[in-house]
C-alpha cells in the first residue's frame, strides 16, 4: 500500500484519490488497517496515524474530522 489517505468502513478500506475535480474512492487489500477502528486514516512512511488524539494529523482541517467522525457513525 502506498502512502496516502484511507477510509475504513467495517471490512473494507478504501483509498481516497482526486482527478482534480472529484474525490474518487478506490477499494484497496487492506490488510495493515484490520486491527484498526473505522474512520479516515492517513499513511506516511510506513506509519498510519488515525484521526484521534492531540496528534492527530487531521486536528487543523476541520472537514477531514467531520469527515472521520461521520464514517464511524455509519
Aim: one cysteine or more.
Amino acid at each position: 500500500m502506498d502512502d496516502g489517505l484511507y477510509i475504513k468502513k467495517g471490512g473494507c478500506v478504501y483509498e481516497v484519490e482526486t482527478d482534480g475535480k472529484r474525490v474518487l474512492l478506490e477499494q484497496t487489500d487492506g490488510k495493515s488497517f484490520k486491527k484498526l477502528v473505522n474512520g479516515l486514516h492517513l499513511r506516511k512512511k510506513g506509519k498510519i496515524y488515525d484521526g484521534k488524539g492531540p496528534q492527530s494529523p487531521f486536528k487543523n482541517i476541520p472537514i477531514l474530522g467531520m469527515i472521520s467522525r461521520n464514517v464511524e457513525a455509519v
